[in-house]
């Protein structure tokens, strides 16, 4: 369980981990976050997830934070946890990785990242290469909050990763007074498989306004064209499956190719049949639609794992998958 607090408190040295209840916040000291850490698991939670507040871009306070969110971490004994690491953007730019990493590999747990921004967070310069490089460096690394980064990562070694349900839930945002806050009218989104892309059913709408529309042959569409969800409950809801299905499907695909090369290779042939799809997209629809910046990144080279240092060798390659 992710209780959100990244969302709420920003972490300092001293109190990385906390946690809003009916009393108020609470800083949590080693006793308190066992005290956390055993309540996940006696709700029947397979593994348990440190509660880490913010963690601010290095320069903005963040240095220090998360070797404190380590140490504090690696003094608990249990095997059933994951640390969690909720970092700004900016900790992924060539001048932080190699510290965000050797931090990473110091961890005695699983480590859960959460990419920060405002906005599409590997939208930002280097982002794309650094996550590469930390996931490639770190094998017990795993990507959160995110969207289809999550193929990205697991393509060049994340050990997993969860695609958030809603746009709030796939990148991390800072801490405000008001997170937490009412929701706003939900409004449907769907995964464009062969776009590798979440898009509203609205702009789906004018996209084809004058043409067939494409559809899906998941289980929930059965055929159906992706155009048809309201913004009514039942069809959010059911918008929501069919994301999930099309995420399953491609999991499935990635989940036969063995880790590394040939998984790679998957990955850039899905990249490349999108960029495909994107041209036949603007062809039959006379839209201009422009292949996404992010997707454009990840056809790019990919940058080599860091080497390991004598201090903090790599982990081994297990642990709960
Ligand atoms: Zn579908």
Known sequence: MDHGSHTQKVATPAAPFGLRSGEGWRDLDLVG?????????????????????????????????????VAQANQLSREDTVVLLPCNWRWLRRSSVPLLVEHIRSCRHPV???????????????AVEGL???????????????????????????????????????HGVAPRPDN????????PVVLVRRLLRYHRVATLQDWFAHVDPWTCDCAVCKDAALVRFTDRESDVLAALQHSVCELYALHGELDTTLPGDERIGWWRQQLSDAREYYRLLATRTNVEVGFPKVLQAWTRHSPMALPSTEKYPAQRKSGPS
């Open 33 to 69: 976050l066992e005290e956390i850490l055993e309540g996940q698991r006696h709700n029947r939670a397979s593994f348990a997830v440190t509660p880490t507040c913010f963690i601010p871009a290095p320069e903005a306070g963040g240095y220090p934070v998360p070797e404190a969110v």
């Open 112 to 126: 859960a990242l959460i990419v920060q921004a405002d906005g599409d967070p590997l939208e930002r310069d280097q």
């Open 132 to 170: 590469r490089q930390v996931c490639r460096s770190c094998p017990r690394v795993m990507l959160w909050r995110t969207d289809l980064a999550a193929f990205d990562a697991m393509a060049h070694g994340a050990l997993g990763a969860a695609v958030g349900a809603s746009a709030v839930l796939r």
């Open 180 to 187: 937490g806050g009412g929701g706003r009218r939900p409004y």
